[in-house]
């Protein structure tokens, strides 16, 4: 019992979230190199000539050098076992950032120090509040010039309504950039270029009262340096550890993903201001990880096609308490029956590696059949429970999706229904019809692209995409409607989802309110049930 809870002791499961570009992905390289994963650092962005980031595996990423899907990453550092969640930055997939978040204990916000808040951070930010988990803020790109260090902090506490607490504070940024001051040890940590962090660079420490500290700012730096942090013990709030687990206080540290400036500083007080694996709501109560020894899991996310030349999917869950073995039985719930799971593994972006024991926290890919839905629960537990779900976002734009060429019927379906499966996009038919009109509903434009693109490089099945004017989605919650009888607008479409139930698709909100009102006792949602 105490070499399972040291090993839950050990595990940090984080997510990385941020606005596109503001480098994310290489920050998520330099803590693998940190953690001796990877050798050498490879080029984040999607060039044919360049290396491609670690955590950007499909095709699609590489080619437009953003990440589309959350990549799980886990090494050890410090004595620590890290699982990393990279999340998608840009907001068209901000589905799945939400999904990841629900299995991650803590998130990393990444800031452009020249941009400050931008509003892809925003809309992810109100899913870690509403989680209540702890933030930590990396303010990076500081060899590049940035704002004046009060606006991007007084930005975030306004933008996001969250308390900041610098543990460092720079020092000039872009040409002038020396480094940053360590408001604890009262130390610089001055800054040398080190080849753009291809390898780990050395980072040189001296106090701020020495010689070699006065030597190594200018005599204007070393002024200002001290006037501001003279206003930063009086204005600033307090580090508050117990503030910061609630997620009402965020740590401040500032740096240089690209050139490996303050990522390792960065990662040591992350790990000691971070907690193990934290307990979990079920259906029947807290599932504590510490004091819970059955296995038990989530599925969060689900991946087709990670494995080109085997066409297989993937599911990825968070254990939440117990020890995992590989080929082990559980239940599934959802399922109401016993399942093995085979296959399992932990990724380093397009690398796997067979896994044969995991622990509470740990992140595991397994093997799914057809047989998991987002959301699910597993457990060796004799109480059978489910933990809370996953909810699913509303779409917002919706197209009328056809396959080119009719000789090619079954790939399409399989290859459609897959990718929706995966939780990415909704499909739904036509009221009166079965599978012969597909519309395709996703929270952002940028699904449609990501659909096509795999489904003529995954499927080999070429579509026709016809945009559809409709903006809102309602399930009917009623169970007797009778759908011919209801008294729709010109504006209002009947559809229905891949379960049968009913849906209405709207132009224009007020249809919704009129809907309601000519049929009384209409109930609609916006969220539709798993």
């Not at 953690?35 to 980031?53: C, D, E, L, P, Y």
């Not at 040189?204 to 070699?212: A, L, Q, Y």
């Not at 009913?502 to 309601?516: C, G, K, T, Y």
Request: aromatic letters at 10%; glycine letters at 8%; proline letters at 4%.
């Amino acid at each position: 019992m105490e070499d399972f809870i040291s090993e839950i002791k050990k595990r940090r499961t984080f997510a990385i979230i941020s606005h596109p570009d503001a480098g994310k992905t290489t920050l998520t390289e330099k803590f693998l190199l940190y953690g001796g994963a990877i050798a050498q650092a490879g080029s984040v962005k999607g060039k044919a000539t360049a290396r491609h980031a670690v955590s950007d595996w499909m095709e699609i990423e590489k080619e437009r050098g953003i990440s589309v899907t959350s990549s799980v990453l886990q090494f050890q550092y410090g004595g620590y076992c890290i699982n990393i969640l990279d999340t998608p930055g840009h907001q068209d997939f901000s589905e799945d950032t939400y999904r990841t978040l629900m299995a991650a204990d803590s998130a990393v916000m990444v800031i452009d120090g020249s941009k400050g808040v931008e509003a892809q951070t925003r809309k992810l930010f109100k899913v870690c509040v509403m989680r209540h988990i702890p933030i930590f803020t990396f303010i990076n790109k500081m060899d590049r010039e940035a704002m004046d260090t009060f606006d991007l902090l007084d930005d975030i506490e306004k933008e996001l309504g969250i308390a900041t607490c610098p543990i460092n504070w720079p020092i000039g940024s872009g040409k002038e950039f020396r480094g940053v001051y360590d408001r604890n040890t009262k130390e610089l940590e001055l800054f040398y270029d080190t080849r753009k962090g291809t390898v780990m660079g050395e980072v040189k420490k001296v106090p701020i009262r020495s010689e070699e500290a006065t030597q190594s700012v200018t005599s204007e730096q070393y002024e200002k340096l001290e006037e501001e942090i003279e206003l930063l013990d009086g204005a600033s709030a307090e580090f508050d550890q117990e503030l910061v687990s609630q997620g009402k206080l965020s740590p401040v540290f500032f740096g240089s993903a690209l050139t490996n400036f303050g990522v390792e500083t960065f990662l040591e007080h992350f790990l000691k201001m971070t907690t193990p694996p934290l307990p979990r709501m079920s259906d029947k109560g807290e599932i504590d990880p510490m004091k819970e020894t059955d296995f038990s899991a989530f599925v969060f996310k689900i991946q087709a096609n990670m494995n080109k030349a085997h066409r297989d999917r993937i599911a990825f869950m968070r254990i939440c308490s117990g020890e995992f073995q590989a080929g082990m039985d559980v239940f599934h719930v959802q399922g109401g029956k016993k399942v093995r799971l085979s296959q399992p593994q932990q990724l380093m972006a397009s690398e796997r590696k067979m896994v044969e024991t995991a622990y509470g926290g740990d992140i595991i890919g397994v093997f799914d059949p057809g047989i998991f839905s987002i959301g699910d629960t597993l457990t060796t537990s004799p109480e059978k429970f489910a933990y809370e779900g996953i909810p699913t976002f509303a779409p917002e734009h919706f197209a009328r999706v056809r396959q080119v060429d009719t000789m090619k019927r079954k790939q399409f379906i399989k290859g459609i229904s897959q990718i929706a499966q995966e939780g990415a996009i909704q499909i739904f038919q036509e009221f009166n019809t079965g599978m012969e009109e597909i519309i395709v509903g996703v929270v952002g434009v940028l699904q449609f692209d990501v659909l096509k693109y795999r489904l003529e490089n995954e499927y080999r099945v070429d579509i026709r995409m016809d945009t559809l004017p409709y903006e809102h989605i309602r399930w009917i919650e009623n169970e007797d409607i009778d759908m011919d009888r209801l008294t729709g607008t010109s504006d209002m479409k009947k559809i229905k989802d891949l379960k049968d139930r009913p849906l209405l698709l709207f132009v224009n909100d007020w249809s919704i309110r009129l809907v309601q009102e000519r049929n009384p006792g209409l109930i609609l949602s916006e969220f539709g049930r798993s």
